[in-house]
Nanobody, 128 residues
Framework: QVQLVESGGGLVQAGGSLRLSCVAS????????MGWFRQAPGKEREFVAA????????YYSDSVKGRFTISRDNAKNTVSLQMNSLKPEDTAVYYC?????????????????????WGQGTQVTVSS
């Protein structure tokens, strides 16, 4: 059973930065696709960013592109999300997700249904 534990959420002013981390309890972390999603109150869970095991292959939603950076440290079973220039609309619970596979089409990385395992979530609140 894969367990994902997020940390790093909190309250920050607009324009500020936060760094989220997720540690995965899995033997073959390097073979997993790792992603970040978020869910605001009353809204559906939405894709934020994903990182294939392949170095340099990253995906971002249009709303965070240029502001957020996903990275992974396979030696530490960790995936991180550096969030800069935060906006009030970034306020949400952020979830780490993992899938024990890669996909031939990039569109799959944006789907909630493409990920098998989820963390408990960490709250990010951006004040205006």
């Amino acid at each position: 059973q894969v367990q994902l534990v997020e940390s790093g959420g909190g309250l920050v002013q607009a324009g500020g930065s936060l760094r989220l981390s997720c540690v995965a309890s899995v033997r073959t972390f390097s073979s997993y696709t790792m992603g970040w999603f978020r869910q605001a109150p009353g809204k559906e869970r939405e894709f934020v960013a994903a990182a294939k095991w392949t170095v340099g292959t990253r995906y971002y939603s249009d709303s965070v592109k240029g502001r957020f950076t996903i990275s992974r440290d396979n030696a530490k079973n960790t995936v991180s999300l550096q969030m800069n220039s935060l906006k009030p609309e970034d306020t949400a619970v952020y979830y780490c997700a993992a899938a024990p596979r890669t996909y031939g089409s990039s569109s799959y990385y944006y789907l909630v249904s493409s990920y098998d395992y989820w963390g408990q979530g960490t709250q990010v609140t951006v004040s205006s």
